[in-house]
């Protein structure tokens, strides 16, 4: 039981740390983000497509090395496709910002009633009155991007800069949080 004590602690010390190194990750990122909004919104539909690419180049190894099943025909279209939308977006990527930007603004919104929900229930057991409030606020922001997305939606250039103004947030109440662990007591 002592042994659960004391690496229940050890690991409640080391994730204080890493809240605060996210949130000034995030910061530093939503700062760049902010000062050029183009780069930034060019540079998620870039990564997107990269992940694409490395998700398909394994699909594809994985329906090419497997010798027979039921996966194969799925792993090797899945991989083709996968494979042709990273390609097509790196190559055209202002074609793709306007799908992405739909995609980041439900994320925006379901991140937002998600944290929003998780700071009701901070605030029934208890929480810090600055730290669910904290949570709260950012989870309102988080939403409100999202509508102002979803309404401006033809007009993609805004993408960079509410991203931005989004991890700004982000990694200000990460920075807190961290903060707030590091000072609760150890339980």
Known sequence: ??????????LFMITWKWFIVEGILLFI?????????????????ELLAWLLIFV?????????????????????VGGIVALVCGIVMLVIPEIVVGTATIIIALFFLLSGFAEISS??????IGGHNNHWG????????????GIVLLTYWPEVA???????????????????????????PAH
């Open 29 to 45: 990122l939503g700062i760049f983000a902010i000062a050029q909004p183009e780069i930034a919104t060019l540079t998620v539909v």
């Open 1 to 10: 039981m002592q042994g659960d004590a004391i690496l229940g602690t050890i």
């Open 56 to 76: 398909g180049a394994f699909s594809l190894f994985g329906g090419v090395t497997s010798r027979s099943g039921p996966r194969v025909p799925s792993s090797l």
């Open 158 to 184: 805004i993408l960079g800069l509410l991203l931005g103004i989004n991890f700004l947030f982000s990694g200000s109440y990460l920075i807190s949080l961290g903060w707030f662990f590091r000072n609760a």
């Open 119 to 124: 700071s009701f229930s901070l605030r029934s």
């Open 134 to 145: 904290l949570a709260f606020f950012n989870g309102l922001i988080s939403v409100v991007l």
